[in-house]
Structure formats: C-alpha cells, structure tokens
C-alpha cells in the first residue's frame, strides 16, 4: 500500500507499511507460532487476511488549525497533520471528513487549542456501518451544543447515510479522547451492523472491532469451532455488543452475556430481541465479579475477549477451579494472551488461528479454542 502521509513522514503509524504485505502476514503467523509452540497446540490454521487499504471503519480526529482553516488529524511534532485522506478509510469516510470541516467552517467551531488551552471543538469520532456514520463531536463545554443541535438537519442533508450524530462533553486539558457526559442529538440512537446475518448494533461509545470485514470472519471461525461441540450453556465474557456470543448461540444453547459498559449491553439486548432466542440474557456487570457470584451453575463454554491487559487473576484463579469444558479466547494482545495461557495449566490449545484486524502494524488479533487436559477432541 502506498501512503503519501508516510513517504512524507508526517505520519508514522503503520510502522510495517514499507513491507509487503504476504511477508507482513507470514511475520505476525511464524511470530505467533513461536509463542504458542510451548503449549503444543494441536492446530494452527492459515492466518485470515485483511484488505491491504480502505478497511478502518473508525477514524478518531484531533481538530485542529483555526476555525477558517480547520485540520483533521494528528499533531506531529507540534505540527498539524490533515489526515482526511489516510488510504485506510474508505473513499465514503474520506467523503465525511472533508464534509466535516467545510460544516465546522461555516458554524464557526473554534478548534480547541492545546497549548494556549482556548477553544471548544477537540476530537471528531466517525463510526461507519452499512453505508451508514454515526458523528460524534467532542468538545470541551456545551458551548456549541445547541448550536451543532440546530444543524442537525442541515448536517444529515449534507452527508449521505449519515444516521446518529452527538455531542460528547470532555472538559479536561488531557490526553483523553472523550467525557462521561453524552447527547444524542438524532432521533436514531443506534448504528446498524450485520455480520453474517447476526444484527449488531452500535451505540455511543461501545466498543465495535475496527476492520469489518476480518471481524466477521473472526466471528464465523468461533461459531464454527463450536458447531460440533457437545455445548448446551455459553457465558460471553467482556461481550461488548455480543458479537462472538450471538454468532455461537443457538436455539437449543443458553447464553449468558457480560460487560461492564451498559451501553454495549443495551445494544447486544437489542440484538437479542430480533434474534428471537429465549435462552439469551445480557447484564452489565464486572466479569470477574460476575464469575465469582455464580456457584451453582458452571457452563459448558466460556468466551473471553478482554481489553489488552488480558483476562486478570481474579478469573484466572476461577476458570482453574470450576474447569468449564472450554475456553475460547479472542486476544488483541499476543503478550497478555500467553501469561494467560500460562496460568491456566488446567487446559491445552485444540487450535488457534491469527486474524489481521491491524494491517501494516506489529498488531494482531488471535483466536483460540482451549479445552481441558482430560478432554478428547
């Protein structure tokens, strides 16, 4: 993939860029191979490739330059970056972008200033889904909110598929992208998603993988690993919007959902409701608090896609005692997953596969499938 903004280096974030990609790809599997080969997995499959551009379906910008000349993108060196036309948005997204700063000119949106701490206008937070953007402002006051609130017609006139917009509020000079405190400003709260004919849904601040096209295929792999397995009750761990868990569920299986974030479980009950299932229940509540509470019931399965720190002692010491038949973990971080893998003695690895969510960088996402020592698969 070429990159301009590379070439030029004013932005050096897809550190892999300069590599081919085939070589990219068998780097992160052999990478991979060597850290899970103390465990003797059974299976490792072929790694699951990404498109090379166009596949990013978030782009989180700073505002930056001056309300007549607003920039999107990052600070390099102290030096504003426009970012709107990155190869890894798709030619929609970069539609969005220039449509954004055209509408921040003319309603006078003042990009916040960091050294001299002026402004209101931070971050512009862009989710793209079924031809369909949810736009969300982040600002340092309420300053602007009625005035964006009063545009909202205007705006959704302007940018084709554009569905929810909102207005986040995060008052602190820090590097923190947004606040606790959030209007919708549409009357659609909700940004569709389907993968693989499960309905997902995305509202305000939950967590949605960044690359479409691989978490769907993510997704499948897990449903399909469990296919022939003997599994009658799932719990869906760190469940986000409930994708792994509403991909492996059934109509004869229970699946039990938890996630901290109660916007992503008010989105993963929303899919359940359509799906139609009436085994599926999802709570917001901690996983390792939640695990602890239950001790009458123990499932067959239990999935896992924790933030990169990993799952945590606290679960880890449980899932060692209780010893459901299986584990399938997602991980965005190889490190964290093999110190799991480590303390969970109890269990070895049926088969894992690598997923390319994070073309051109060290990143990658891995799938595996553990199942008890004494189990024969």
């Not at 989710?127 to 609130?149: C, G, T, W």
């Not at 490190?335 to 969510?357: E, G, P, R, T």
Request: hydrophobic content about 40%.
């Amino acid at each position: 993939m070429k990159c301009c903004y590379y070439e030029q280096k004013k932005c050096l974030s897809c550190r892999w860029i300069e590599r081919s990609y085939p070589s990219q790809l068998q780097e992160k599997q052999q990478y991979m191979i060597n850290q899970l080969s103390q465990f003797s997995p059974k299976q490792i499959f072929q790694p699951i490739a990404s498109k090379e551009s166009r596949f990013r379906n978030k782009a989180k910008m700073a505002v930056l330059g001056t309300v007549e000349k607003p920039i999107l993108g990052i600070l390099n060196n102290n030096q504003p970056i426009d970012l709107c036309d990155c190869p890894l948005y798709s030619e929609a997204m970069k539609i969005v972008l220039h449509k954004i700063k055209i509408f921040i000119k003319k309603l006078q949106l003042v990009p916040y200033n960091i050294t001299k701490k002026k402004g209101e206008l931070k971050f512009i937070i862009i989710s793209e889904a079924e031809n369909q953007f949810m736009l969300r402002f982040v600002l340092r006051s309420n300053k602007y909110q009625l005035k964006i609130a009063n545009a909202v017609d205007e705006l959704k006139a302007t940018i084709t598929g554009l569905a929810v917009i909102t207005v986040n509020i995060q008052p602190q000079h820090a590097a923190i992208l947004e606040g606790k405190d959030e209007v919708i400003l549409t009357q659609q709260k909700y940004l569709p998603a389907k993968l693989n004919h499960i309905p997902l849904f995305l509202l305000k601040g939950s967590f949605f993988q960044t690359n479409t096209s691989v978490a769907a295929q993510l997704y499948a792999t897990a449903r399909n690993w469990l296919t022939n397995l003997p599994i009658h009750s799932v719990w869906d761990l760190f469940c986000g919007v409930g994708g792994f868990g509403l991909h492996c569920v059934t109509p004869e299986r229970k699946l039990i959902g938890i996630e901290i974030n109660h916007e992503a479980i008010e989105c993963a009950k929303l899919s359940a409701n359509l799906l139609g299932y009436s085994q599926l229940h999802f709570q917001s509540l901690d996983a390792s608090q939640f695990a602890l509470s239950q001790k009458s019931h123990i499932p067959d399965i239990i999935l896992v896609n924790p933030p990169r720190r990993g799952i945590g002692n606290v679960l880890i010491d449980y899932l060692q005692t209780v010893s459901p038949n299986y584990i399938l973990y997602s991980s965005c971080n190889l490190s964290s997953l093999v110190a799991d893998l480590k303390a969970l003695a109890n269990y070895q690895i049926h088969c894992a596969q690598l997923f390319d969510m994070f073309p051109h960088s060290e990143h990658m996402e891995v799938l595996v499938l553990l199942n008890k020592n004494n189990k024969e698969n």
